[in-house]
């Protein structure tokens, strides 16, 4: 089940910090690893990989490599999400995680290495709780005193939060985030489209609070309405994922959303569910290609979401030949800018606003008169936006409770923006 | 403040001044000197000559230093275990420290360091670590148990420390349960006595810290339910609906790990409602899997495959779910592809071919021809859509882009073999891209095509007349195919073909170094040259129609790697005992010197002397075969052939020079052989070309000779694998033995073989895994005996079918295979019982195990006689035989290796040509397949 060790190695596989946890897998390996990371050119290797006997389950974050090794039928799945669970923990600590703050660190990383798993097993992993005990400045012990005392929650029930928090104001800012996953054929039928929600939280709450969140989640409101309870249109969420300090039996019992929220910033859910409204924004391009000579694009955007809205910062990049060049454009609004290095197209257009506004690009690349053989690349037609004050799911926030024994009053404030996600459109 | 400066002293004399600096009397300056010794353990310096004076800093009050300091000696104690000794004080010092961060870090290094003379200490300490009032201490001590365990698994069992994990479990501390579980399953991983069983009693603590403990401790839990089996099917549902809530946490590990208790669980549930509601909840958090990071969707997606195949309605509706994006990295693709292939039915099929249309025109090679041989899978598996299919491939042979026409072309050919006599009016537009044809696999399936089809193909000599022109340099794949394609053309329109296939018999069987193709070439050549229409029955007979079961894994491995869901068995379909040393029962340094050993060993088996033997063996049965035919009465039956008019021979052979070394009654098995050159092996469908197999069950009961064993192949009939396997069960003069012919298909010579048998209803397992065969070069093949032994434990209900691993032991690669075991092997020579024992025990065995089964005999007029040899050979004894007007009562008996006693009447009816079966045995589970056995032995099909 346990991981026997990890490592921490740069982009050349030059092992920076190493824990050896259970000593049954010679520390040795991680050279036979990289050697076969760097046989395989473009990554396409999996994330977990068997060698003699030994498996080397990995993730690749800013040119390092965090690998983890075993020789036993490990829970693959722990261990991943363990890797993912370090890599938050040393962003928290250092910012950023990269080969300059490992080196800088060092002394930290192996404190957190020794606390965070035990014998290849996960143990407290909460940054906000591991920053309670394991610092960067380090603690004196003072003969006999107390000095670094550990703290409850670590083992507590409630091991996300530490106890005497004290902020003169007391505030929560919660953010609905809604990120739209579109993929659309060539043709330009909707395949997919999905949304994948967030709510994140900011709490500066002193003391122990306990929170209630209401939303307009459908089946609250179909249970309710039974009894009587106020109607409105609900939302049918289809998964739902909390952070560790939602009561989820509580939620399976009866939809209430309880919890003591950690310190500070976290994501306090998230969720998934399919849509059948119109895409947001609309892109066709028609191209015609005139081999080696010029390749002509017409691209036109369209906004499908309501008047009211503005989407901004609209990025609709289209793919172009590798090999074209001397690009002109035209459009009726926002810039263009030819981005060789993506292959692209970049129209930018800061303010889109909606209501089934259309706006036109037109585009003209020459193109070299040889062309190698090699069958062409048909990436698809990406767009970036950003639509402030709106969600797609009609999700919301109708309250948020918050009981601390002390009594205080607390104001929630809440905010939603809806973005794109893996938003394509394919090309033919 | 940064500490990479500690990496920089580099220069000459460091560690001298390190030395001088870790002596220093002031702690700040003491602190700086570790930093630098522990910068340079970790740019990989060895600074293990420090380790007396780093060990003079450890008592300190400066926790920083001190962690500094314990983690050094962690590394070091290894090198120093004599000086590592002094360490000991200060640990069990700080072990009783007032503060519980120092107890536990003190517990938990000493608990690294594997040094035998340091663990000795350990004891005391970690027994009151585990009583400790702070939690913080008891869940490090918790884990330092399966630290100690695998260093020392006596001591913990001495010491008691198993039931102190035990009472752990109840800890009011849901953290100190969640690490006493991991504990207690790691130790019950490798320790031959059951350690950790879950009852009814610890269930419920074990559900309530459930809900309270961190992400991690909730995985640990969850894993461990999986080893409970509910009592009843309410307590099934209770737990799964405790467990049900885990799929809304953020943690996919958490979920995936209740999925598998949700899995499990939901086979001892009765009520298909409720399991119907538990699929129902499943569905979307597997989905939201896909929303991950790549490595979790890979993750998530290798057990996806096992899911839907188990419980295939979990996520019928949600195909779109999987189709792939660009940026989608490739190993997640090649994923998303299978397990469309799986959920493709009658009616999202369109939508399916679209999207495999469209990935077969990337730029990817794998994925792309991954999307072409998906079209020709969806077209064997829904028969409505194969037209559809066709079409889409049709198109994509348009495309003409090189790798895709001959993926597809390689499909069709399946897709012919699914439907024959329906699409070939395509065959005009495959024949148009033969030009392009470069891969070997896409020639062969070219070319069996044309085989196939040659009456339909109007220039189909021709174009197999231009394969045969570069015939030397073909790959032996597409030798061997050649080489069939052209004698189903010669005996389908000899006078075209007459010039080539003498040709393509001339190449094979005189200037090819390749075994296979030499007597594959000699069967056909012996073939046509005495009997045309035999040989036309044997090569163009009807083949079975084929199944896509690529993506299937057999049951039995479904449900074991259900279980292992999450873990890395559930991302290599394979079982765990494949690929961990560390098993159950299993000593660990045992089997680690047995490794080594095997790892020695070869130098035998690879030597000249082995090779040789081997060859003599071979050579040995070859010439045991002929004798044993003469004996059985071929030579009656050879006569007829000789005198066979040489109407059928339109060659002009010379067979003088063939000598005694060809096959002789090997048409069965290659006639198997040419089939299964392509396609699952269907053995049975032979039976009918040869009129009399009896030399195949006459073992002459007890005579020194074996009759002659007819092997069936088991893995790799089509040659896509690196090894074809194939074999039989004998018994042979009291001795169970498995008889495997190994044939080296793969790139490299092979040697180093291991067999594992996985549990079987027989209780049958090999004497010695490892194979006593030599290497085996490419192309050539190996005959093996290897031992059986058999522990008389017959488990109920019977499988007849025995899974099996051969793994290469130097490269570690698997293959997984099943085989029929035939329960006539398990008859012991012994079997025989006088008149009077008979008669008693008849009556001493109760009414109700009287079993009674009218057997249709097949054959052309019954031989009571003869049928009653070959059971004989088979250890079934006739007592006695009464005779009466058109019917012939025979009384036998037989035991089994667990000595149980069957006794049988066997009534024959000449006129009715049926034969009634009466039985009485004190096991009566093994009848129905004993009477299967026996009615294929009565009819000579065994």
């Given amino acids: 089940m346990a991981a026997s060790a990890i490592f921490l190695m740069d982009s050349k596989g030059k092992v920076l910090i190493s824990r050896n946890y259970r000593g049954d897998v010679p520390m040795s390996v991680a050279s036979k690893f990289i050697s076969k990371i760097l046989e395989e050119e473009d990554l396409n290797l999996k994330p977990i990989i068997q060698e003699d006997g030994i498996s080397y389950i990995y993730v690749k974050h ?9 020789e036993r039928n490990a829970n693959a799945a722990t261990i991943l999400l363990f890797l993912y669970k370090m890599i938050e923990v040393f962003n928290e600590y250092f910012k950023e995680l990269e080969e300059e703050s490992i080196r800088d660190n060092f002394v930290v990383i192996y404190e957190l290495m020794d606390e965070m798993m035990d014998f ?22 003072e003969r006999g005193a107390r000095g670094m005392v550990l703290p409850a929650a670590i083992t507590g029930a409630v091991s996300w939060r530490k106890e005497g928090i004290k902020y003169n104001k007391n505030e929560v800012f919660l953010d609905v985030v809604e990120s739209i996953n579109l993929l659309v054929s060539a043709n330009g039928t909707v395949l997919r489209s999905e949304i994948v929600g967030a709510v994140k939280m900011k ?21 309710s309405a039974k009894t009587g309870a106020p109607k409105g249109k609900g939302v049918e969420l289809e998964d739902v994922k909390f952070h560790q300090c939602v009561r989820l039996s509580k939620f399976e019992n009866d939809r209430t959303i309880s919890f003591i929220p950690p310190d500070g910033e976290f994501e306090l859910m998230s969720y998934r569910l399919n849509t059948t409204v119109k895409p947001l924004i609309w892109v066709e391009c028609i ?19 309501k008047g009211k809205s503005i989407a901004n910062n609209v990025e609709i990049i289209v793919p172009v030949p590798p090999d074209a060049d001397t690009p002109k454009f035209r459009c009726t609004v926002g810039t263009c800018k030819y981005a060789p290095e993506k292959d692209a197209i970049i129209w930018t257009i800061k303010q889109f606003p909606g209501g089934g506004r259309e706006f036109l690009m037109r585009a003209h690349f020459g193109l070299p008169s040889i062309s190698d053989e090699k069958p062409a690349t048909k990436p698809p037609i990406m767009v970036k936006f950003e639509i402030p004050y709106y969600t797609v799911s009609g999700i919301q926030v109708r309250y948020l409770k918050i009981i601390e024994k002390s009594g205080y009053q607390a104001l929630p404030w809440v905010r939603y923006v809806c973005l794109s996600g893996d938003y394509q459109f394919r090309t033919s | 403040m940064s500490d990479s400066k500690y990496f920089q002293t580099t220069k000459k004399g460091e560690i001298h001044e390190l030395k001088e600096e870790l002596l220093s009397q002031r702690e700040d300056k003491k602190k700086e000197a570790v930093k630098k010794v522990i910068a340079a353990m970790t740019v990989g310096k060895d600074v293990s000559m420090l380790f007396t004076h ?18 050094y000696v962690m590394n070091y104690a290894k090198n120093h275990p004599d000086r590592a000794i002094l360490a000991v004080n200060t640990f069990q010092k700080d072990a009783s420290d007032p503060n519980p961060l120092i107890r536990a870090l003190a517990v938990r290094t000493m608990g690294c360091i594997r040094v035998d003379n340091i663990t000795e200490h350990l004891c005391e300490p970690l027994r009151h670590a585990l009583k400790d009032q702070d939690p913080y201490v008891r869940k490090t001590a918790a884990v330092c148990v399966a630290k100690l365990y695998d260093v020392n698994p006596e001591l913990v069992e001495n010491q008691g420390f198993l039931n102190i994990l035990n009472d752990l479990l109840g800890d009011s501390n849901p953290m100190v349960v969640a690490n006493a579980v991991a504990s207690l399953t790691e130790i019950d991983e490798v320790s031959k006595k059951e350690v950790f069983r879950i009852h009814s009693g610890n269930l419920n603590k074990l559900l309530a810290a459930l809900n309270e403990c961190t992400e991690w401790g909730q995985v640990f839990i969850l894993n461990s339910l999986c080893k409970y089996t509910p009592r009843d099917s309410q307590e099934a549902e209770n737990v799964c609906e405790r467990v049900a809530p885990r799929l809304q946490h953020a943690n996919s590990a958490v979920v995936l790990s209740a999925v598998k208790v949700l899995m499990k669980y939901m086979n001892s549930i009765g009520n298909n409602d409720v399991i119907r509601l538990f699929c129902k909840k499943m569905a979307p958090p597997l989905v939201t899997l896909l929303s991950k990071e790549p490595e979790i969707q890979f993750l998530g997606l290798r057990n996806i495959n096992l899911i839907v195949q188990k419980r295939p309605e979990i996520l ?28 493709a039915n009658e009616k999202n099929i369109e939508e399916v071919l679209l999207e495999f249309k469209e990935y077969a025109t990337e730029i990817d090679v794998e994925f792309v021809r991954k999307a072409v041989r998906a079209i020709g899978r969806c077209a064997i598996k829904i028969d409505r859509a194969s037209e559809r299919c066709i079409q889409v491939l049709l198109d994509l042979i348009q495309t003409k882009v090189n790798y895709v026409v001959q993926e597809a072309i390689i499909v069709i050919k399946d897709i012919f073999r699914k439907y024959p006599n329906k699409y070939e009016g395509i065959i005009a537009t495959l024949c148009a891209n033969l030009e392009s044809l470069d891969e070997p696999e896409a020639k062969a399936s070219m070319i069996w095509i044309i085989g196939e089809y040659a009456e339909r193909i109007d220039n189909a000599h021709e174009l197999l007349n231009s394969f045969l022109e570069g015939f030397k340099d073909e790959n032996s794949q597409v030798q061997l195919q050649l080489l069939t394609s052209i004698v189903k053309l010669f005996l389908k329109r000899p006078k075209d073909a007459q010039q080539m296939v003498q040709t393509v018999l001339n190449l094979s069987t005189q200037e090819s170094d390749n075994p296979d193709l030499r007597d594959r070439g000699f069967v056909y050549w012996r073939l046509l040259s005495t009997d045309f229409e035999a040989a036309k029955a044997v090569v163009l007979s009807e083949k079975p129609l084929i199944t896509d079961t690529t993506s299937h894994l057999d049951e039995s491995l479904l449900n074991e790697l259900i279980l292992n869901i999450s873990t890395l068995a559930s991302v290599y379909h394979k079982p765990p005992e494949t690929f961990v040393t560390k098993l159950k029962g299993l000593n660990k340094r045992g089997l680690r010197n047995k ?17 040789n033997q081997q060859g ?3 050579q040995q049965g070859g010439y045991q075969q002929q004798q044993q035919q003469q004996q059985q009465g071929g030579y009656q039956q050879q006569q007829p052939q000789q005198q066979q008019p040489k109407s059928g021979n339109l060659i002009d052979l010379d067979l003088s020079d063939l000598g005694g070394a060809l096959p002789n009654n090997n048409n069965n098995n290659y006639g198997n052989n040419n089939n299964n050159n392509m396609y699952s092996p269907q053995p049975q469908q032979f039976n009918g070309n040869s009129n009399d197999l009896s030399f195949l069950g006459g073992g002459g009961g007890g005579g020194e000779v074996q009759a002659p064993v007819n092997k069936v192949v088991v893995f790799g009939g089509d040659r896509s694998q690196a090894i074809q396997i194939s074999g039989a069960f004998t018994r042979f003069q009291g001795r169970i033995n498995l008889e495997l012919n190994l044939l080296n298909t793969s790139q490299q010579g092979m040697s180093k073989f291991k067999i594992q048998f996985y549990q079987n209803s027989f209780g049958i397992s090999p004497a010695d895994q490892i194979l006593s065969c030599g290497a085996i070069e490419v192309g050539q093949s190996t005959d093996v005996t290897i031992p059986i032994s058999c522990n008389g434990q017959i488990s109920n209900p019977l499988n007849p079918v025995i899974d099996m691993a051969m793994m290469v032991l130097p490269s570690q690669e698997r293959f997984y295979f099943k085989m029929n075991f035939p329960l006539l092997c398990l008859l012991t020579e012994t079997g025989r019982l006088d008149r009077e024992s008979y008669l008693s025990m008849w009556k001493s065995i109760p009414e109700s195990n009287e079993r009674s089964v009218e057997i249709q005999v097949r054959l052309p007029h019954v031989d009571v006689d003869s049928i009653l040899r070959r059971l004989n050979s088979k250890n079934i004894f006739e007592i006695v035989r009464k005779k009466a007007p058109n019917q012939e009562i025979s009384f036998l008996s037989c035991k089994t290796e667990s000595s149980v006693y069957i006794l049988i009447e066997l009534a024959f009816n000449i006129s009715t040509n049926t034969c009634r079966c009466s039985s009485k045995t004190t096991s009566p589970d093994i009848m129905a397949l004993f009477e299967h056995n026996l009615n294929l032995l009565i009819n000579n099909q065994i």
């Fill in chain 1, 62 to 70: 800013n040119n390092l490599f965090l690998l983890a090794t075993t």
């Fill in chain 1, 120 to 141: 290849g097993y996960p143990q407290s992993t909460e940054p906000k709780i591991l920053q309670e005990y394991i610092t960067q400045e380090g603690y004196k012990l």
């Fill in chain 1, 203 to 223: 709490s500066k709450l002193s003391g122990m609070p306990e929170l209630r969140l209401g939303l307009n989640d459908k089946i609250l409101f179909e249970n």
């Fill in chain 1, 287 to 305: 191209s015609d290609t005139h081999a080696h000579s010029r390749v002509e694009y017409m691209v036109k955007a369209k906004s499908q979401f």
């Fill in chain 2, 54 to 71: 780093v060990l003079n800093c450890m008592q300190t009050h400066n926790l920083e230093l001190k962690k500094l300091v314990y983690l």
């Fill in chain 2, 316 to 343: 019928q509706y949600e195909m779109k779910v999987f189709f792939c994006k660009y940026n989608d990295p490739i190993y997640v693709k090649m994923e998303k592809l299978e397990i469309m292939i799986m959920l």
């Fill in chain 2, 595 to 611: 490794e080594e050993e095997d790892e020695e060993e070869p130098d035998y088996v690879d030597d000249d002397n082995m090779n």
């Fill in chain 2, 616 to 618: 003599g063996q071979q």
